[in-house]
């Protein structure tokens, strides 16, 4: 069965609107998850790293003003894409788990975010 | 530089056909290594993870050559059902995965 979840899974909207993504870890405790997003026919891309209890690590060229990320415990983390825009719209995607260096992560099932 | 780079395919092959697919990384820090199966607009899912010993379960055998930082994946027997694209990840420690951008494979009848 899954071992991370993540809603919703289609998100249709204006543009102006946020939207918040959650990210959940089902049967583990997850003290860093990571948002990535894959644009079509394109790699994922890391956004952030969420960390629990502090501030999330962005990478390079990603707003964090734009993107709102809060791990507020061991089990959830939020995106919000605040204002989006069309060229938001994309497929988000959360991972947790690998704790160790060898153990692969798992992904939450993703969010298709269409802004219109 | 991209820092996982596959072949984008397509590769089309037909069934019970072997394909073999390749990666390299260009980071000597990446230390563990795995290969992701991902459907059209679904989630990555785990196939195997990579080992410089290899290995290999069932039709699937992965393998790691840390001094060419070279990533190898072979299938054999292909079927229909492996049709999807097949993503090369490397990790450093902790930290996110770095995915390749995928190879596409479509097996026909």
């Known amino acids: 069965g899954a071992v991370v979840s993540q809603h919703p899974s289609w998100v249709i909207c204006k543009s102006g609107t946020s939207v918040k993504i959650e990210c959940r870890s089902l049967?583990?405790?997850?003290?860093?998850m990571f948002w990535y997003r894959q644009f079509p026919k394109q790699s994922l891309m890391l956004m952030a790293t969420?960390?629990?209890?502090?501030?999330?690590?962005?990478e390079q060229g990603v707003e964090k003003d734009k993107f709102l990320i809060n791990h507020a415990s061991l089990t959830l983390s939020t995106l919000t894409v605040t204002s989006a825009h069309p060229e938001d719209s994309s497929f988000y995607i959360c991972?947790?788990?690998?704790?160790?260096?060898?153990?692969?992560?798992?992904f939450g099932d993703g969010t298709r975010l269409s802004i219109l | 530089r991209k820092e996982v780079e596959q072949d984008p395919g397509p590769f089309n092959v037909p069934e019970g056909a072997t394909v073999a697919f390749n990666c390299t990384y260009s980071?000597?820090?990446?230390?563990?290594f795995f290969w992701y199966r991902q459907d059209c607009r679904k989630e990555p899912k785990l196939l195997m993870s990579?080992?410089?010993s290899g290995n290999e379960d069932g039709r699937f055998t992965a393998q790691l050559n840390r001094a060419s930082q070279y990533i190898s994946l072979l299938i054999r027997d292909s079927k229909l059902s492996d049709s999807a694209t097949y993503l090369c990840?490397?990790?450093?420690?902790?930290?996110?995965?770095?995915f390749g951008s995928g190879t596409r494979l479509q097996v026909q009848p």
């Open positions: 991972s947790a788990g690998g704790g160790s260096e060898d153990q692969p992560q798992h």
């Open positions: 049967d583990f405790q997850a003290t860093t």
């Open positions: 969420s960390n629990e209890g502090s501030k999330a690590t962005y």
């Open positions: 980071n000597s820090a990446s230390q563990s």
């Open positions: 990579v080992y410089s």
């Open positions: 990840v490397a990790r450093r420690g902790r930290r996110a995965l770095t």
